[in-house]
């Protein structure tokens, strides 16, 4: 079977494995590694290897070994580069929750636009918010607020939605630690302090695009406030009256986001100076940063509200047991994205690419949105793309900085939402919004921002290329 072949079997086995057999993203993945790998002849397995730079001994050693060895292999490596991270953003993110550290930021940020630009204060907040927070989290703390400020409002619902989708949905694609786009950096090689700050400033373009198509939707369609099983009115009362005194200060509910993008961030603009204090490069570290932000966000959570040791352990178990499923599922991905590039799809499909920034930028970007169309998940569709992508990166002079490659993945993972996608049924089911009402505002808004994010990454790449 050729390269092509085993490829398109792979990806048939991750989108049949889900929306068919509707097994879990883990097992789809691993399942999808497992027929790569069975797949693939050992001639071209020592191929591989040996053009990797292995000794003739060790990629015939290698080939030999059973398949099911490369998958693990591959498993273990993915959970090396991307475990610590992803458990501390979760502690990190559950803290904040539980604290009230993440109500503080929207509370805030709302009082500081004031109430006529509390649509942008629900995009600040949702983007702040998605970086160590999952998308699903930060729409249910986030879309009480909205509901409630609609009941006193009578107006905008419909920009309240789609402003909080916009921040929360960028941020869940394009800036590390949130799973995706650590592990595409880590997957093109790319500093994971390069890829925050230029998830930053594409996905801030991105959500400002993002919102004046929501402007432009609230504008042309009137959402009215349908009743839900999530809020019954009384809660949305409760909800307009809390006492904000009980909350963290806004000082240190940042700290804990803004802490690993500054020493991170911090140590990659040193770098590019030429300033390497040892002592930046120890804290510096993703490890290290984001094991430091945790250990902040739980004393917050222990002062805040006075928690006991039990309470804590329970917050980080629960923050444990969320993020463990994630490190599954980026491990697996590395599995199935290193048994794909043993097959040598890498030397195939370079002669198909244009290697000039657009060509390479939309094929990255293509693969991404067919994946994230036919099977739903955004994170999914990032971890298989790299996969098909990174081994012909590998194979060609990339003719700019890789992080623009990793930009293209995230943006190409926007489009598109519709039934397969948890997030479409969770936004529509707070919101009381229809199915037609959902893929006529957030699915179209997402292919606004995912072409202006592709638009963006392809003129940075072509004037500011950073080789």
Same mark, same amino acid.
């Given at each position: 079977?050729?390269?092509?072949?085993?490829?398109?079997?792979?990806?048939?086995?991750?989108?049949?494995?889900?929306?068919?057999?509707?097994?879990?993203?883990?097992?789809?993945?691993?399942?999808?590694?497992?027929?790569?790998?069975?797949?693939?002849?050992?001639?071209?397995?020592?191929?591989?290897?040996?053009?990797?730079?292995?000794?003739?001994?060790?990629?015939?050693?290698?080939?030999?070994?059973?398949?099911?060895?490369?998958?693990?292999?591959?498993?273990?490596?993915?959970?090396?580069?991307?475990?610590?991270?992803?458990?501390?953003?979760?502690?990190?993110?559950?803290?904040?929750?539980?604290?009230?550290?993440?109500?503080?930021?929207?509370?805030?940020?709302?009082?500081?636009?004031?109430?006529?630009?509390?649509?942008?204060?629900?995009?600040?907040?949702?983007?702040?918010?998605?970086?160590?927070?999952?998308?699903?989290?930060?729409?249910?703390?986030?879309?009480?607020?909205?509901?409630?400020?609609?009941?006193?409002?009578?107006?905008?619902?419909?920009?309240?939605?789609?402003?909080?989708?916009?921040?929360?949905?960028?941020?869940?694609?394009?800036?590390?630690?949130?799973?995706?786009?650590?592990?595409?950096?880590?997957?093109?090689?790319?500093?994971?302090?390069?890829?925050?700050?230029?998830?930053?400033?594409?996905?801030?373009?991105?959500?400002?695009?993002?919102?004046?198509?929501?402007?432009?939707?609230?504008?042309?369609?009137?959402?009215?406030?349908?009743?839900?099983?999530?809020?019954?009115?009384?809660?949305?009362?409760?909800?307009?009256?809390?006492?904000?005194?009980?909350?963290?200060?806004?000082?240190?509910?940042?700290?804990?986001?803004?802490?690993?993008?500054?020493?991170?961030?911090?140590?990659?603009?040193?770098? +590019? %100076? *030429?300033?390497?204090?040892?002592?930046?490069?120890?804290? $510096?570290?993703?490890?290290? &940063?984001? @094991?430091? /932000?945790? =250990?902040?966000?739980?004393?917050?959570?222990?002062?805040?509200?006075?928690?006991?040791?039990?309470?804590?352990?329970?917050?980080?178990?629960?923050?444990?047991?969320?993020?463990?499923?994630?490190?599954?599922?980026?491990?697996?991905?590395?599995?199935?994205?290193?048994?794909?590039?043993?097959?040598?799809?890498?030397?195939?499909?370079?002669?198909?690419?244009?290697?000039?920034?657009?060509?390479?930028?939309?094929? +990255? %970007? *293509?693969?991404?949105?067919?994946?994230?169309?036919?099977? $739903?998940?955004?994170?999914? &569709?990032? @971890?298989? /793309?790299? =996969?098909?992508?990174?081994?012909?990166?590998?194979?060609?002079?990339?003719?700019?900085?890789?992080?623009?490659?990793?930009?293209?993945?995230?943006?190409?993972?926007?489009?598109?939402?519709?039934?397969?996608?948890?997030?479409?049924?969770?936004?529509?089911?707070?919101?009381?919004?229809?199915?037609?009402?959902?893929?006529?505002?957030?699915?179209?808004?997402?292919?606004?921002?995912?072409?202006?994010?592709?638009?963006?990454?392809?003129?940075?790449?072509?004037?500011?290329?950073?080789?």
């Amino acid at each position: 079977m050729t390269p092509v072949w085993i490829l398109l079997t792979g990806m048939a086995v991750v989108v049949g494995s889900i929306l068919l057999l509707r097994l879990h993203a883990f097992l789809a993945l691993i399942l999808a590694a497992l027929v790569v790998g069975a797949l693939t002849p050992e001639a071209t397995v020592e191929a591989y290897w040996l053009g990797e730079g292995l000794s003739p001994a060790e990629a015939n050693e290698l080939a030999s070994s059973s398949f099911v060895g490369w998958v693990a292999k591959g498993f273990g490596d993915g959970c090396a580069k991307i475990g610590i991270l992803i458990a501390m953003a979760a502690i990190i993110g559950k803290c904040l929750l539980d604290s009230g550290g993440a109500e503080r930021v929207v509370l805030s940020l709302r009082n500081a636009f004031g109430e006529k630009r509390t649509p942008m204060a629900f995009s600040a907040s949702a983007f702040t918010l998605g970086i160590p927070v999952f998308f699903d989290t930060v729409f249910y703390l986030l879309m009480p607020l909205g509901k409630a400020l609609r009941s006193h409002t009578g107006r905008d619902y419909l920009l309240y939605i789609l402003a909080i989708v916009a921040g929360a949905t960028m941020a869940h694609s394009l800036v590390p630690p949130t799973p995706g786009p650590l592990f595409v950096a880590a997957a093109l090689k790319v500093d994971v302090g390069v890829m925050i700050l230029a998830g930053l400033v594409v996905g801030l373009a991105t959500v400002t695009a993002g919102y004046l198509y929501a402007v432009w939707a609230n504008k042309r369609w009137d959402l009215p406030l349908r009743p839900s099983a999530e809020l019954s009115e009384d809660e949305l009362e409760a909800m307009a009256k809390r006492d904000a005194s009980t909350l963290p200060p806004l000082s240190l509910s940042l700290l804990p986001i803004l802490l690993p993008v500054i020493l991170i961030g911090g140590q990659t603009v040193a770098k +590019a %100076f *030429g300033y390497k204090p040892a002592w930046l490069s120890f804290l $510096g570290d993703k490890n290290i &940063a984001l @094991i430091l /932000s945790a =250990g902040v966000a739980l004393a917050i959570l222990a002062g805040a509200r006075g928690r006991s040791r039990k309470e804590l352990a329970a917050s980080v178990q629960a923050a444990l047991a969320s993020g463990g499923v994630i490190i599954l599922i980026t491990a697996a991905g590395s599995a199935f994205g290193d048994l794909l590039r043993q097959t040598g799809i890498a030397g195939v499909m370079q002669g198909w690419v244009s290697e000039t920034p657009a060509g390479i930028l939309l094929l +990255a %970007f *293509g693969v991404t949105a067919v994946v994230r169309t036919a099977q $739903g998940s955004a994170t999914v &569709a990032m @971890i298989t /793309s790299v =996969g098909v992508v990174a081994p012909i990166v590998d194979k060609i002079d990339l003719p700019f900085h890789p992080v623009y490659l990793a930009l293209a993945i995230g943006c190409g993972s926007k489009p598109i939402s519709w039934m397969n996608d948890s997030g479409f049924w969770i936004i529509g089911r707070m919101t009381g919004m229809t199915e037609g009402e959902t893929f006529r505002s957030v699915s179209v808004m997402m292919l606004v921002m995912a072409a202006v994010g592709l638009a963006l990454t392809i003129g940075g790449a072509t004037v500011f290329p950073m080789r």
